[in-house]
């Protein structure tokens, strides 16, 4: 219905039979958007055009399962294979970059960083900062405050690193870097992480700047 209820009448197959009983089932629209990350309006075309709906009442929680199943594996497609970026004119203006916060526990002091200190959220970040400090083919570097944001159609992506790196004497290179500091990178990602990762990858490509996930707190990776 408009107000986003499912209004549906059980009848039996004999003629004339009546269920009257009464089935509790979580709001469909509410907990499939948690799932999926879709708005309500999709998510309610999506039940529209389900045939067997009724089917939620026989098991409304594998019902449900099933088709946040199927929407994720549907939108995992078409991020993968359909999306498209386009580079605009658009830029980020210096001045959002004049300060950042900090936390007292959670901070290490870096002489290229574009801040004082570098804000780090794991060990494996903090030494992945050491190690841009003290090579020189850094030239410059920050970590990424949370309101640097790539659009994606499951939400904002934040990149952890922008890093400017020489080649040789002539060359510099604008880094992006996704760092994942653990083993088997592609088993301990969760699909949305995955996803989003995918998306950033056709993003930078778009305005012709190198994105990888580093693993490697050495650096040893981070042109590979």
């Given at each position: 219905?408009?107000d986003?209820?499912?209004?549906t009448?059980?009848?039996s197959?004999?003629?004339?039979?009546?269920?009257?009983?009464?089935?509790?089932?979580?709001?469909?629209v509410?907990?499939?958007?948690?799932?999926?990350?879709l708005?309500k309006?999709?998510i309610l075309r999506?039940?529209?055009?389900?045939?067997c709906?009724?089917?939620?009442?026989d098991?409304p929680?594998?019902f449900?399962r099933s088709v946040a199943?199927?929407i994720k594996g549907t939108?995992k497609?078409e991020l993968l294979?359909?999306?498209?970026?386009?580079?605009v004119?658009?830029?980020w203006?210096?001045?959002l970059?004049?300060?950042i916060?900090?936390?007292e526990?959670?901070?290490?002091e870096?002489?290229k960083s574009?801040?004082?200190?570098?804000v780090?959220d794991?060990?494996?970040?903090r030494?992945f900062s050491?190690?841009?400090d003290i090579?020189d083919?850094?030239?410059?570097?920050?970590?990424?405050?949370?309101?640097?944001?790539v659009?994606t159609?499951?939400?904002t992506?934040?990149?952890?690193?922008a890093i400017v790196?020489?080649?040789?004497?002539q060359e510099?290179l604008?880094?992006v870097?996704?760092t994942?500091?653990?083993?088997?990178?592609?088993?301990?990602l969760?699909?949305?992480?995955k996803?989003k990762?995918a998306?950033?990858?056709?993003?930078f490509?778009a305005?012709?700047?190198?994105?990888?996930?580093?693993?490697?707190?050495a650096?040893?990776?981070?042109?590979?």
């Amino acid at each position: 219905m408009e107000d986003g209820k499912i209004q549906t009448i059980y009848s039996s197959e004999k003629v004339g039979a009546r269920i009257d009983k009464k089935y509790k089932i979580s709001n469909l629209v509410a907990t499939l958007e948690q799932e999926s990350g879709l708005t309500k309006k999709t998510i309610l075309r999506v039940l529209k055009g389900i045939d067997c709906l009724d089917y939620v009442f026989d098991s409304p929680q594998d019902f449900i399962r099933s088709v946040a199943l199927i929407i994720k594996g549907t939108l995992k497609d078409e991020l993968l294979n359909g999306i498209k970026y386009y580079e605009v004119d658009d830029c980020w203006n210096m001045s959002l970059f004049s300060d950042i916060e900090t936390y007292e526990n959670k901070i290490i002091e870096s002489k290229k960083s574009i801040y004082e200190y570098t804000v780090f959220d794991s060990d494996g970040e903090r030494d992945f900062s050491k190690s841009l400090d003290i090579s020189d083919r850094v030239k410059v570097f920050a970590k990424m405050p949370s309101w640097f944001v790539v659009d994606t159609p499951i939400g904002t992506y934040n990149p952890d690193w922008a890093i400017v790196w020489q080649v040789d004497t002539q060359e510099k290179l604008y880094l992006v870097r996704e760092t994942k500091f653990v083993n088997n990178l592609q088993d301990n990602l969760r699909d949305i992480e995955k996803n989003k990762i995918a998306c950033a990858y056709k993003h930078f490509d778009a305005i012709d700047a190198d994105f990888k996930v580093s693993t490697d707190k050495a650096l040893n990776d981070l042109l590979s």
